[in-house]
């Protein structure tokens, strides 16, 4: 029996990385997953993305697992997929418990050169995205007076970042978001809270290290500033703080930023 035993998590960018590990270790402990992607790549940026075979084989690895899994496959700013998604996993596991908003783009521009579509796609997936997901689950949380939601923002959602402005702005106004949500949704049981990793070892930092004509080592050393001697951290962390902050063990837990940051924001 494991702490997430009957309970449903739906998790948004579950393809791979972050979201994906985490996907299985609530599973592990005995969660039903809703796993919620894009699956293809779209417009921006231009390293690679999720796919429907990697679902899949979320899908194939839980169901080994002895656990219960959904895919869906849809983009965050759709709110007809999104919409959708959220039904049927309410029509299959009865309701649902955790939702950790996880999907999320990153890109490097200019402040001077930044062009519009790269600020929307920006704000409209990072920001606006989590905010589609969420108001179609909070219905259901508040019909049960009981919920947790996990805002994935990143240490740029609690300081600033060169040629990230877009990005830097989309995690701030997530950081916003879990505020404003955890007072307005406290009074319905429903618990609100974001964290804060600083460079995670997954597609997106390498990517991004690709996009720069770089090395994943590069680009943590250019951004240097954990006090731990690692140059970034493992997706099996994120999943070890975001399972506590879904537990009753953070019951009193909401509207709080969780850095796992190997010390970089205290310089
Ligand atoms: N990797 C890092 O260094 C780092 C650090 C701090 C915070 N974060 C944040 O963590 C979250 C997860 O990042 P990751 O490192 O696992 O990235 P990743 O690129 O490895 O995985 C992201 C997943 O989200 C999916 N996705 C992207 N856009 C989507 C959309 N519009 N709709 C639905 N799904 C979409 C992708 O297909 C992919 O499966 C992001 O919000 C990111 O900003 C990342």
Request: proline letters at 3%.
């Amino acid at each position: 029996m494991g702490d997430f035993q009957h309970k449903t998590v739906f998790i948004t960018g579950a393809a791979h990385g972050q979201g994906r590990e985490t996907a299985l270790a609530f599973a592990k402990e005995g969660a039903n997953i809703v796993a919620f992607d894009v699956a293809q790549q779209i417009e921006y940026p231009s390293y690679e993305f999720g796919s429907t075979a990697e679902l899949q084989s979320l899908k194939a690895e839980i169901t080994q697992l002895g656990g219960s899994a959904q895919i869906a496959v849809g983009d965050v700013r759709d709110d007809t997929a999104v919409t959708a998604a959220v039904t049927t996993a309410v029509e299959t596991f009865g309701q649902i418990d955790i939702l950790f908003n996880n999907a999320g783009i990153c890109a490097y521009a200019e402040a001077d050169t930044i062009t519009d579509a790269e600020w929307d796609a920006m704000l409209d997936i990072n920001l606006k995205g989590p905010m589609i997901v969420a108001r179609r689950i909070i219905p259901h949380m508040k019909a049960r007076a009981s919920g947790v939601i996990i805002n994935n923002s990143s240490v740029m959602g609690l300081r600033g970042g060169r040629r990230l402005s877009h990005y830097v702005a989309s995690k701030w106004g997530l950081t916003g978001l879990t505020k404003a949500w955890a007072i307005e949704l406290a009074p319905f049981g429903i618990r609100v809270a974001s964290i804060h990793p600083t460079g995670v070892n997954t597609a997106m930092n390498d990517g991004l290290a690709a996009m720069e004509g770089a090395t994943p080592m590069e680009i943590a050393e250019r951004s240097a500033g954990n006090l731990l001697p690692v140059p970034w951290v493992e997706v099996e962390d994120v999943a070890n703080l975001v399972l506590f902050l879904a537990s009753d063990k953070a019951r009193y837990v909401t509207g709080a930023q969780f850095v796992l940051d190997a010390g970089l924001l205290s310089v």
